[in-house]
């Protein structure tokens, strides 16, 4: 009996310091753009300066290079194989009242949330502030012209099941809806892809004409190296796109308000 109590006055303290510990640890989650420095914010530009701590993938921390301060920013550049190290790594070596940023491409609150749930599990949801930046999916609504408030927004670029969100794009299409979507690259099992040739030749199976509909894809958005691809989506059977692409599905009907006097 002595025992049990003692463990849990044990498990009690050690809580309450666990969570003195983190109180005292801020991290910023940050959306940096697409591609281009151009697309930062002010805001991310002095989070980014005032963190002691900078944790990002080599694409993400090529972003924001030049407001990476030597002799004060500690800079960790991490892969899906060692994040998960690093992360806890840096958890545990800051110190009261010190900052540290992870610089997300895009915006923060969009296909990020499997990393974003786990950082939120380190360093505690009270002690993390999620920032919004400028996404893919809004530079390619604009450049196509496309209503994001009558397209079907969607993310492929997850590592769960994604059959209900090719119910979802199915629909969509169906119902005439535009499209916008991020594709799904898998390196190490081709089966696993969803890229754009892989969406041309499922909506194709399941009975879309997908001779009649308007695709684009655009690659490296808003940086030196960006290309647009316009054409018919059974154009993309059998070509290879980057990674770092979105899609977009034109639908759209315009409608202006002088049909609504």
């Not at 002691?52 to 500690?74: A, C, E, N, V, W």
């Not at 397209?151 to 670029?157: G, R």
């Not at 808003?222 to 993309?236: D, P, W, Y």
Request: glycine residues 4%.
């Amino acid at each position: 009996m002595a025992s049990k109590k003692a463990n849990k006055i044990h498990g009690i303290i050690t809580k309450a310091v666990t969570e003195d510990i983190i109180k005292d640890k801020k991290l910023f989650l940050v959306g940096v753009g697409p591609g281009s420095s151009r697309y930062l914010t002010d805001l991310a530009k002095d989070v980014i300066r005032k963190s002691k701590y900078l944790i990002g993938y080599k694409y993400t921390l090529s972003i924001i290079r030049d407001l990476i301060i030597p002799h004060f920013h500690q800079v960790y550049e991490v892969t899906m194989k060692d994040q998960e190290e690093t992360y806890n790594q840096v958890f545990e070596k800051m110190e009261e009242n010190e900052f540290c940023t992870i610089p997300f491409t895009g915006d923060v609150n969009f296909s990020e949330s499997e990393v974003v749930d786990r950082l939120l599990e380190i360093f505690g949801n009270d002690n993390v502030e999620l920032m919004p930046g400028i996404s893919s999916i809004q530079v390619a609504a604009a450049k196509a012209k496309i209503p994001l408030d009558k397209t079907l927004v969607i993310s492929f670029h997850v590592t769960e099941d994604i059959e209900d969100k090719k119910r979802e794009l199915i629909k969509a299409i169906q119902d005439k809806k535009s499209v916008i979507l991020v594709p799904r690259p898998w390196n190490n099992n081709a089966e696993k892809n969803f890229m754009q040739s892989e969406i041309a030749l499922f909506l194709k199976k399941v009975g879309v004409d997908t001779s009649s509909l308007t695709a684009w894809v655009f690659e490296f958005l808003t940086t030196a190296e960006e290309k647009v691809f316009k054409g018919r989506l059974n154009e993309l059977e059998g070509r290879d796109f980057s990674p770092m692409s979105v899609m977009v599905v034109d639908q759209v009907t315009r409608k202006t308000y002088l049909e609504f006097e």
